[in-house]
C-alpha cells in the first residue's frame, strides 16, 4: 500500500518554484509519484491521489509543456473533430484543399461556421489562410469514412501553388456563389464567405480562427433523412482523433430530457 504523503512530499508539490497552487481539499491531498511523470516537463506536472493510493487525476499547466505534448494532449482529449475539408483558391486563381479538425459549428443564425488554421512550425502560415485573406471564400467539405485516405494525402506540405487535389487524384467542380471550387464527391459542402479571422497568438503554432457564413450548403439527395436533416448512417462522416486515429459513426445512443 501506498504511504502517505509527507510533509517534505507536500512542500515539493506545492513549492512556489514550480508556481503550484497548494492543493490539499477535503478528501483530496496532492502528493508526488516520480515514476509517472512524463518525460520532458516534470515540473508542470502534478499528480492528484486519493488518500490511500490510487492515482486518481493529474494536472497539466498546458502553457508550459512542450509544444508537442499539448498539441497531443489537447488532440486526444478534445475529441471526436469533424474534419473541414477546405478548398480555397489564391487571388491568381491557384486552387488549394487541405483538411483541419479545429473545425466546429458557430450558429445557424446567421448560418456560420469556424476553422482554426494553425501557423506552421516556423511561423509561417498555411496556404489555406492565405487564400482566404486573399480571396474571402472557400468551401468547407464534408469527408466520408471512403476519402479518409485521400483527405489525409492532401495534408502533405507542399509549396505554394501546388494544387493538393490534383496530386491526390480529388474531383473539383465549380461551386454556386463563391470562387472557391468544391470537391465533387463529398455528399455535403458548404460554400461560405469570410466573416472574419481571429488571431490568436502569434509565430509558431499561433492560430487564425476563420468565421465563416455559409452562403449555399450542398448536401447528396440520398443522404437526406427530412428536408431538415441528414441521415448519420448514411453520410458515413469520418471523426478525427489524434495522430493517425480516425472514427466511424457507429454506435449512436439516444439521451432523452429527463
Ligand atoms: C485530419 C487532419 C486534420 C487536421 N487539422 C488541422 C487543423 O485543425 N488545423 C491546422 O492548422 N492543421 C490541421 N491539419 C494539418 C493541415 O492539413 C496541413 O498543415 C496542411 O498541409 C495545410 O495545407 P495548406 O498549407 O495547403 O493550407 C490537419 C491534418 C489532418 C490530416
Known sequence: ????????????????????????????TAYACPS????????????????????AQMEIDLSRIAARDAHDLLTS??????????????????????PFSFFSGVTWSPPTLCVSIVNRQDGSRKDTILNIDETGNFVVNMVSEEMGSVMVETS?????????????????????????????????AFECVLDRIIQVGTGPYGANLVLGRIRV?????????????????????????????YCRLRSVIEISPQ
Do not use: F
Not at 77 to 98: C, F, K, M, T, Y
Not at 176 to 181: L, N
Open 156 to 188: 502533405a506540405t507542399v509549396p505554394r501553388g501546388v494544387d493538393e487535389a490534383r496530386e491526390a487524384g480529388v474531383s473539383l467542380i465549380p461551386s454556386t456563389v463563391v470562387m472557391a471550387p468544391r470537391v465533387r464527391d463529398a455528399g455535403i
Open 1 to 28: 500500500m501506498r504511504r502517505r504523503p509527507s510533509a517534505a512530499d507536500l512542500s515539493l508539490r506545492t513549492s512556489g518554484r514550480y508556481g503550484l497552487r497548494r492543493v490539499c481539499r477535503r478528501r483530496l
Open 217 to 245: 450548403m450542398h448536401v447528396n439527395k440520398e443522404l437526406l433523412e427530412s428536408e431538415s436533416s441528414i441521415d448519420w448512417k448514411r453520410s458515413r462522416l469520418l471523426g478525427r482523433l489524434s495522430g493517425t486515429k
Open 77 to 98: 482529449a478534445v475529441v471526436p473533430r469533424p474534419i473541414a475539408w477546405v478548398s480555397s483558391v489564391s487571388a491568381d486563381g491557384q486552387v488549394n484543399l487541405a
Open 36 to 55: 509517472l511523470r512524463l518525460p520532458g516537463a516534470a515540473e508542470t506536472y502534478r499528480y492528484l491521489s486519493w488518500k490511500g493510493g490510487v492515482l
